[in-house]
């Protein structure tokens, strides 16, 4: 699969992509020079935040996208660093005592596995905090996937889904079953006021819309890209603003 991830394109909604960050970090018992890792990493800049906020003697961040681990080599320092990895096949030498994911993993599918794999990462009294958005019936998703199924797209796809979150519950069974007594599991919805219609078509082609890019030739996904904003014009009208109600699963557990 291409890297389609645009930095810039993600950043236009920088702001608002924040705030679960700061709610998930709530979550965490505060412990002072510890080891982190992030899963997925992007750009870097809330993993920097993230080894600050707790002082951390050790911070790696991971992220499958070049385009945006270039970025985030700016910010490497003295015990923070980044590397090139995919999520469900790291397999670093050492334990950390905080494992950290922020809207990344529900580009994984199996999570059920790949929970299993990510627990053995996790250090002996440490803890882990993932946040993974679960938006995957709202129109916005759902019109994407129809649309991928018919021709002549449908040619480019294997029938897999882009994005992949289980039920908070399942969840909550996961940390259960990983040793995790002491955990936090809620599913919440973040209220996005955009400026109009067409600025959900922006966030969208920062994310969700970047699964479909790097299936597609670029020709094919421009003409993949026209259609799709037709019908979400279509479906939701020209509205200024426009409320983008945005469901995200927040989830901490503790070893410990």
């Known amino acids: 699969m291409n890297d389609k991830w645009n930095p810039e394109q993600y950043q ?14 709530e979550l965490i018992e505060p412990k002072m020079g510890i080891s982190i890792l ?30 945006m681990l270039e970025k985030a080599e700016k910010l490497v320092k003295k015990g923070l660093e980044f590397r090139q990895a995919d999520i469900s096949k790291f397999t670093p030498d050492r334990k950390f005592d905080l494992v950290f994911s922020n809207a990344a993993l529900q580009w994984i599918p199996d999570h059920v596995g790949l929970f299993k794999h990510l627990f053995i990462l996790v250090a002996d009294k440490g803890q882990l ?42 969840y ?11 955990q936090a599991v809620r599913l919440q919805i973040y209220p996005h006021i955009l400026e109009s219609t067409e600025s959900v078509l ?42 983008y109600p945005f469901r995200r699963i927040l989830m901490w557990g503790s070893k410990g």
């Open 12 to 25: 236009k909604f920088s702001q608002e992509r924040k705030q679960p960050f700061y709610d998930l970090v």
């Open 38 to 67: 992030d899963l997925g990493c992007g750009t870097g800049e809330l993993t920097e935040e993230l080894h600050t906020m707790f002082k951390a003697s050790y911070t790696l961040g991971i992220d499958s996208s070049p385009s």
């Open 129 to 170: 905090a993932f946040q993974i958005p679960a938006n995957n019936e709202y129109p916005t998703h759902v019109i994407a996937r129809e649309l991928a199924e018919e021709p002549p797209f449908n040619s480019y796809f294997d029938g897999g889904r882009p994005l992949y979150a289980l039920s908070p519950e399942s």
């Open 172 to 182: 909550a069974q996961l940390l259960v079953e990983g040793d995790f007594h002491k």
């Open 202 to 243: 922006e966030w969208v082609k920062g994310t969700l819309l970047t699964y479909y890019q790097s299936r597609l030739p670029p020709d094919v996904f421009e003409e993949f890209l026209a259609t799709y904003k037709y019908r979400i014009i279509a479906y939701f009208g020209e509205q200024r603003p426009f409320f």
